[in-house]
Each structure stands twice: as C-alpha cells, then as structure tokens.
C-alpha cells in the first residue's frame, strides 16, 4: 500500500455506468497505443466530490479544490484501494463541474460536483468485475490527491503551514458567540492527484452507503476519544514530514 504523506488525502464517492459516445471515444483514444471503438470499451461515471459541508472527516472541498482536481485528473489510472502495487484496472478521461446556482453550501459557494468519467477495456480479466459494477455490487471510489491549501473554518490559520489548535468534528464559538458550530479544515486547494481507487468504504454521504453506520458509530465514541485519535495522527503527521 502506498504510504501518504501529511499532505495526502483520500475522498469517496459512487459510480454509474455510461454510453459512450463519439467524443467520449475521441478523448478516451488519446490515452491508447492503437485505436478502440464504443464496443472495445466498458465507461462510467462517477461524482467524485462536492464542496458540501457533510465530509465526514470534516474535511470539505472549495469549489476552488474542485476545479484543480477537474485539471489534474484526467489521464490518471484507477486502482484498487489506493495501493500502488495493484492493478490498473481504468482510467480517466475526462472530467466536469455540474454546479448547481439554485443551492448554496455552508461555505457560501453555488454547490458543485466533480464528475469524472473513467473507461476499462473490454476483457476477460476485467468480466468479472464490469459485471459487479452493472450489478451494483462494486460502486464506491475513492480519490487520492495532495492538498496544498487547508484552512481551518474556526481562525483561519492553513494547517499545511502549521497547525491550529481546532480539531475537526469538535465545536467551537466562533466571535464571542454563544451558539458552536463544528470545526472543519477546508480544502481550499489541491496541487496534484495520483489516482481514483475502487474501495469499499466511502468517505462523503454522497456515496450513499454506510452512512447509517459511520453516524452510529460517530454517537458512540465519546469525545475523549476521537480527541486522543486526533493527537495521535497530528504526531504521525509531523514524525513523516
């Protein structure tokens, strides 16, 4: 498994199936040594974040995030579960934000999706799993990129220059006011992806499983622990620095 470092992060959502077309085959060519029709190729799709405030690391993006992954990602593989020494299974080839003026986010931003479209050739390794995908079965991915700009919504302070005292999911006051509202560190910024995983475990509602469970399991562990977890990977952090 590929080790990350204090500024790496991963993010999840869901995928779809989709059709390709002939503009999705010209973009999807660039990336071949010998030209593939619709019929060589199985396509999805997938919402692989929004700058919604719901991040259950309490990590959100910026429409600002958003739009560099846009850039950055196209071109780059999918792999199982962010391990590097996994099969290439697909890849990316193009991307797009959906933005919706008529809903506004917590941070005050139009709400935005990043939607990337992925491709896998049409083989007898990759039956098996392009079955699960159309069953429903596998639909959950996971992205993985670096963070260059994280900042906290309680002061203000960016973390990747140093790090605040706020800890994520924990409830302050913010100006003096006596009404808390949770600590998130804001993904404001991104300078490069790596890769788009398959995974089992999303991160973001969005991907709409195990979201019963994650806030279960949230309500049970009481805040002294979740506060020791937090310390103990803000040492982790600064130890691979």
């Given amino acids: ?40 190729v199985f396509t999805f799709k997938t919402v692989m974040g929004t700058n919604e405030f719901n991040d259950r690391n309490y990590e959100p993006f910026t429409k600002s995030a958003l739009e560099d992954l846009k850039n950055l990602y196209p071109g780059k593989p999918m792999i199982f579960n962010h391990d590097i020494y996994s099969k290439q299974v697909a890849r990316v080839y193009d991307t797009e934000l959906v933005v919706d003026a008529g809903k ?15 491709y896998m050739a049409k083989t007898s390794d990759n039956e098996s ?28 302070k960016d973390n990747i220059k140093s790090s605040c005292p706020h800890l994520p999911g924990v409830k302050y006051a913010v100006n ?8 998130h560190l804001v993904i404001e910024n991104c300078s490069d992806a790596y890769e ?17 469970y994650e806030e279960k399991q949230m309500k049970e562990t009481n805040e002294k622990e979740r506060l020791q977890l937090y310390v103990d990977c803000m040492k982790y952090k600064e130890e691979i620095k």
């Fill in 1 to 40: 498994m590929m080790k990350l470092n204090s500024t790496d992060l991963t993010k999840a959502s869901c995928l779809k199936s989709l059709e390709a077309n002939n503009d999705d085959m010209k973009l999807i060519n660039k990336y071949t040594l010998s030209p593939l029709t619709a019929d060589d």
């Fill in 104 to 118: 506004q986010t917590e941070g005050g931003e139009p709400y935005t999706e990043l939607i990337a479209k992925a």
């Fill in 196 to 212: 788009l995983s398959f995974v089992n475990v999303p991160a973001q509602p969005n991907a709409g499983t195990r979201k019963a």
């Fill in 129 to 156: 799993l392009i079955t699960d995908i159309k069953a429903g079965i596998v639909k959950e991915v996971s992205t993985g990129f670096r963070v260059s700009k994280l900042v906290c919504n309680i002061c203000g």
């Fill in 176 to 183: 003096g006011s006596s009404e808390k509202k949770p600590c």
